[in-house]
């Protein structure tokens, strides 16, 4: 069988682009007959499209973070009367802008959807609903809680970071058989043992020194300079790298911050070398996205967890804490006295990094490029989820005809 399979992600961060990515080269290396395209629906959109989705996301989390925290668990409830409001305007704003996605998907023949974000997960439900395409869908959450919005039917199967998600989805309505808990999708490299010292010995890095990594994802946003500057001020003799992604002004600014002679830095952009720079670090100073959490887990790194953004990475940071496997930093003021204190104590660092170790899952991608490819046969034989007769022609009629339990309801 030669699958034609619709990998289809949006670049609301970064996260959700590189589990698409780890699942595209899953895929490849799994079925090498099968035809995948990858896709970031917001380049299928208008320029004031990907502004409003992408960026003025992290704009309104600079301005107020509390907000985008209250809104994010609003949102997570049975469908209210703000839910249903909110959910209305996402539903018109997606259909007058997407049309170049809705060409893709009822222009071309497709086996199966992928999903890495829900944005394109609402959108086939919707066309399927409509009676416009029938090719089935999976979905692939990006943190380890799921929110109510990645309840998108018809949908075939869900994978899930944890139990706990899973469990979620369940009391949305999903049945258990179709939700599995995988982890999150990272990069394949992230499947193969790495040794710490052949690791530093490569990226130039001392062994007599611990290694502090500062992540500020990867399109560099934050308060990194402030957080740089109390990993600077650290007593302890220092190997320090800082990986400031795609924000090169980010760089730059760093570079003007002089290093005390105790420690040595080193400052990158955008590398393909993280996974040897989390196995080379004793300890990752980031946020808690879900991407780059699993990711250290992988590779068995302690993690000091830094300005989670409200709502999916304080949820992030809670599981981490829960589990023994970081430790948060809620005042960045106390950072310099977190890290030392845990660099002096060799047994609690150990215990740290034993729990990421436990709770990694580097095979993610290939469990469910594996599982995905496994379950075609069946759907093309097993009756799918009941599709009602064609759309309304009008958009007046769609609104008000349209059943919100589409959207995530009990």
Known sequence: ????????????????NRAA???????REVCPGATVRNVDVLDLTNAAFRWFYGKSYFD???AAPHLVGYLYDRLDRPLGRLERGVDKVRFGLQHLNLRSLSALLTGEKWDLAINTHFLPAEVIGTFRTWGRIEFPQVTVTTDFDTHRLWHNPPCEHYFTATEEGRANLAAWGVA?????????????????????WECKRRLDLADDRPVVLQLAGG?????????????????????????????????????TIPAPARHHRVILGYTDRMDELMAAADVIVSKPGGLTTSEALCRGAAMLVVDPIPGQETRNADFLLENGAAVKVNNIASLRHKLTALLSEPGRLASLRAAARKLSRPRAAFEVAERSLAILPSLVSEPRFPVP??????????????????????
Do not use: K, Y
């Open 389 to 410: 007769a064609p759309a309304p022609s009008r958009m007046r009629r769609f609104w008000r005809t349209r059943p919100l339990a589409q959207s995530g309801s009990r």
């Open 21 to 27: 990515q780890a699942i595209e080269l899953a895929l």
């Open 60 to 62: 309104v989390v600079a």
């Open 176 to 196: 258990p058989d179709r939700i599995t808990a995988t982890g999150i999708p990272v990069h394949p490299l992230f499947a193969r043992p790495r040794n710490a």
């Open 219 to 255: 399109l560099g946003v934050g308060p990194i300079e402030a957080i740089h500057r109390q990993i600077l001020d650290a007593d302890l003799p220092l190997q320090i790298v800082v990986v400031t992604g795609r924000n090169t002004a980010a760089r730059e600014q760093l570079a």
């Open 1 to 16: 069988m030669n699958p034609r399979i619709l990998i289809l992600t949006a670049s609301v961060g970064a996260g959700h």
